[in-house]
């Protein structure tokens, strides 16, 4: 099993155990279920979650006309690999976890995060999954540029979006 050094706090850094089938990706390039849902498949699955995070045409009951997201990829990728290993240590059973999300502008429909879970049951499958985005969101270095329909726009951190 590969480990990669976590975010470091203070002058200790801890590894990070990284599963070898996992994956985690930050691309300009969109995002295809079929591709995640691909690797995430194991024959020791029962149950394959998979959450799709799209751009949705209303926030807050105003027009929304795109999405723009940035990253910083490093500690991205950091907090998707430590959300990997959490899950792991909550529910040892998971065979796969993937988390990728997309950078760049995107417009209405299109798909922005997808973060998948392989496990022998549905109840582990489900609950790593909600854990994984959840702790995407509030965790990881991603922001997101709203563009309104009048011509103004916001940046906001993905986590902000969850407390509305």
């Known amino acids: 099993m590969a480990t990669f050094p976590s975010p470091a706090v203070g002058s200790l850094v801890q590894p990070i ?6 994956s985690f990706a930050i691309t300009f390039a969109p995002l295809a ?10 024959p ?28 910083y990829e490093p500690m991205a990728l950091q907090i998707f690999r430590q959300i990997a290993a959490e899950i792991r240590q909550q529910w040892p059973i998971v065979n796969r976890v ?23 049951h549905r109840s582990e499958a489900f609950a790593a ?8 969101k509030h965790s990881a ?19 902000a979006c969850e407390q509305k």
Do not use: F
């Open 17 to 22: 155990p990284v599963h070898p089938q996992d």
């Open 129 to 136: 999954c909600q854990y994984a985005i959840d702790h995407l």
């Open 44 to 71: 020791a699955n029962g149950a394959i979650v998979l959450m799709s995070g799209m751009v949705r045409n209303k926030t807050d009951g105003r027009a929304v006309v795109a999405l723009e997201y940035q990253a």
């Open 98 to 120: 993937v988390i990728h999300h997309r950078i760049g502008r995107l417009q209405i429909g299109e798909i922005s995060v997808l973060v998948a879970v392989g496990c022998p």
């Open 141 to 159: 270095p991603i922001w997101k540029k709203e563009r309104w329909e009048d011509g103004s726009s916001s940046w906001v951190s993905i986590g």
């Open 33 to 42: 279920l079929e591709d995640v849902y691909t690797l995430t498949d194991d």
